[in-house]
C-alpha cells in the first residue's frame, strides 16, 4: 500500500476513533487485500477487532487472516445494521457499497481511502461543488503543463502502476505515430513510475502527487481536451473497457494494446532500451544466485512458509539468496538485500540467473530479461470477475504458478 494513501487511512481511522465511531459496533471489512490486510492491523493496535471481512471470492471465503473470518457479503445480513459499520479501502468502494445497499444492508458504509474521485455518482450541492474545484484546479495544472511544455501531447497515467505504465510505454509510440504527434510529455504518480517511463524514451516526465494527477486528468474529461490522452483500461471510468471482462477473458496486455490504444492484435510491444548495470554486481555470484521479490503494494501476500521452503532449497545447493528491497521493506530471513534501481533491475536477475517473484509490476520490467523467471500468483480472482488473476496477469516468458493453500514448492 502507496504511503499516501496508508497515511489517509490512518488519519480516517484516527477521525472515526476520536469521534467514537466505532465504539460498541461490530466491524466489518470488504475486499480481502493488501490494503485491508493493513487496515486489520491498524485495527488491533487501536484496540479493536474486526467481526469478519467480506469477499466475493468463494475461493477466499472460508478462510482467516489475523484471526478474521472471510465470509460472504451477504452474511452481513444477519447482523442488526445499526450495530455495525463497513470499512473499505480498496479501489472498488463505489461498487462495493452499490453491492451492500443492493442486499439490503442499511447501516454505515466508510470510505477511509478515497482512490477513485472520479468515480463519485451523487448529484449533491456538495458533490457539485467539490468537483467543480477540483477542476479549476486541475484547469490550472493543466495550464501551467501547456507553459512548461509548449505544443507538447499529454499522456496521462492515472495510477502509481509500474505494470500499467510499463504496457502504456510498450504501446504509446504506436499510437503517437498514429496520431503524429512528435512532442509529448508522460505524466505519472511517483518516481517509480518515472523511471519506468525512462527505460522507454528520453521524453519529459512530469512526477505528480496523486491528487493532482486526479485534478489535472478530471480538468482533461471536463473540457474534452484533444491535445491529452488518459492511458488507462478506463480512461478512467469514462469507457470502462474493463467492463469487458466480464463475459471474455481478456489479459492486461491485450487490453492495453487493442483496447485502450486501439492498435492491432499482432502489434509487437516495443522494449526498453536505457538500461544500466547494477553497480554492485560483483556481489552476486554469476548464474548461481536468485533473486526474491516478495511484496506487491496491492497484491495480498504469499505464506511466509512458501518463501521459507525456497529459500531452503536454494541454500542447500549452494545458491546466494536476495531479497529485492526498496524503501522499508525488510529482506527475508536467511537471505541478503538487494536494492537496484528500476534501470538496473534486468542486468541484476541476468547475473543471478534466476527470479522468483510475487507478480508485481517488477515482474512486467524484467520481461526481457535472459534468466529464469518465476512468477508466483496469489489464488484470487481479478476484481469480482470470473478470472483469475493468472489468467489476466500471465507473463509469456515467465514460468506462471498460481499458490493455493496446498501449494508445495518444488523446483524443476
Known amino acids: 500500500m502507496e504511503t499516501q494513501y496508508y497515511n489517509e487511512m490512518i488519519q480516517n481511522f484516527e477521525e472515526l476513533d476520536r469521534c467514537g465511531i466505532l465504539e460498541h459496533?461490530?466491524?466489518?471489512?470488504?475486499?480481502?487485500?493488501?490494503?485491508?490486510?493493513?487496515?486489520?492491523?491498524?485495527?488491533?493496535?487501536?484496540?479493536?477487532?474486526?467481526?469478519?471481512?467480506?469477499?466475493?471470492?468463494?475461493?477466499?471465503?472460508?478462510?482467516v487472516y489475523l484471526g478474521i473470518p472471510i465470509l460472504p457479503p451477504e452474511s452481513i445480513l444477519a447482523e442488526p445494521a445499526e450495530d455495525v459499520i463497513v470499512c473499505i479501502v480498496t479501489r472498488f468502494y463505489e461498487s462495493m457499497q452499490a453491492q451492500l445497499r443492493q442486499l439490503g444492508f442499511t447501516g454505515e458504509i466508510r470510505k477511509l481511502v478515497d482512490y477513485n474521485t472520479y468515480a463519485e455518482y451523487s448529484l449533491s450541492n456538495e458533490t457539485m461543488e467539490r468537483k467543480r474545484k477540483r477542476v479549476e484546479r486541475g484547469r490550472r495544472i493543466v495550464e501551467e503543463l501547456e507553459r512548461k511544455y509548449p505544443r507538447h501531447f499529454r499522456v496521462f497515467c492515472p495510477f502509481s502502476a509500474l505494470g500499467d505504465v510499463y504496457f502504456c510505454?510498450?504501446?504509446?509510440?504506436?499510437?503517437?505515430?498514429?496520431?503524429?504527434?512528435?512532442?509529448?510529455?508522460?505524466?505519472?504518480?511517483?518516481?517509480?513510475?518515472?523511471?519506468?517511463?525512462?527505460?522507454?524514451?528520453?521524453?519529459?516526465?512530469?512526477?505528480?502527487?496523486?491528487?493532482?494527477?486526479?485534478?489535472?486528468?478530471?480538468?482533461?474529461?471536463?473540457?474534452?481536451?484533444?491535445?491529452?490522452f488518459i492511458a488507462h483500461q478506463d480512461r478512467p471510468y469514462v469507457v470502462h473497457l474493463s467492463r469487458a471482462l466480464y463475459r471474455k477473458k481478456i489479459p492486461l496486455e491485450k487490453i492495453y494494446r487493442c483496447g485502450v490504444f486501439g492498435l492491432p492484435e499482432e502489434t509487437e510491444p516495443a522494449v526498453p532500451k536505457h538500461w544500466k548495470d547494477f553497480t554492485d554486481l560483483k556481489m552476486i555470484e554469476k548464474d548461481h544466485a536468485v533473486i526474491l521479490s516478495p511484496y506487491a503494494k496491492s497484491v495480498t501476500a504469499l505464506p511466509m512458509k512458501m518463501w521459507d521452503a525456497i529459500i531452503s532449497d536454494y541454500k542447500k545447493q549452494g545458491f546466494q539468496i536476495f531479497t529485492n528491497i526498496a524503501g522499508e521493506e525488510k529482506p527475508l530471513p536467511g537471505t541478503a538485500a538487494v536494492s537496484p534501481e528500476i534501470s538496473e533491475m534486468k542486468s541484476v536477475v541476468e547475473r543471478a540467473g534466476t527470479f522468483i517473484g510475487i507478480r508485481s509490476g517488477i515482474c512486467d520490467v524484467i520481461r526481457t530479461a535472459d534468466c529464469r523467471k518465476i512468477a508466483l500468483y496469489p489464488d484470487y480472482n481479478y476484481c469480482d470477475t470470473q478470472w483469475k488473476a493468472i489468467d489476466i496477469y500471465a507473463i509469456d516468458s515467465f514460468e506462471n504458478i498460481v499458490v493455493k493453500d496446498d501449494f508445495v514448492w518444488k523446483r524443476n
Open 25 to 63: 459496533k461490530r466491524i466489518f471489512l470488504f475486499g480481502h487485500c493488501s490494503a485491508t490486510e493493513k487496515l486489520a492491523e491498524l485495527l488491533e493496535k487501536g484496540g479493536y477487532a474486526a467481526a469478519a471481512i467480506l469477499d466475493n471470492s468463494m475461493e477466499k471465503q472460508g478462510k
Open 169 to 228: 510505454m510498450s504501446y504509446l509510440p504506436y499510437f503517437l505515430k498514429r496520431r503524429r504527434k512528435k512532442k509529448y510529455i508522460v505524466c505519472v504518480a511517483g518516481a517509480a513510475c518515472a523511471k519506468a517511463v525512462s527505460l522507454f524514451d528520453d521524453c519529459p516526465v512530469e512526477v505528480m502527487q496523486q491528487k493532482e494527477l486526479d485534478a489535472a486528468i478530471q480538468a482533461e474529461l471536463y473540457t474534452q481536451d484533444e491535445n491529452a
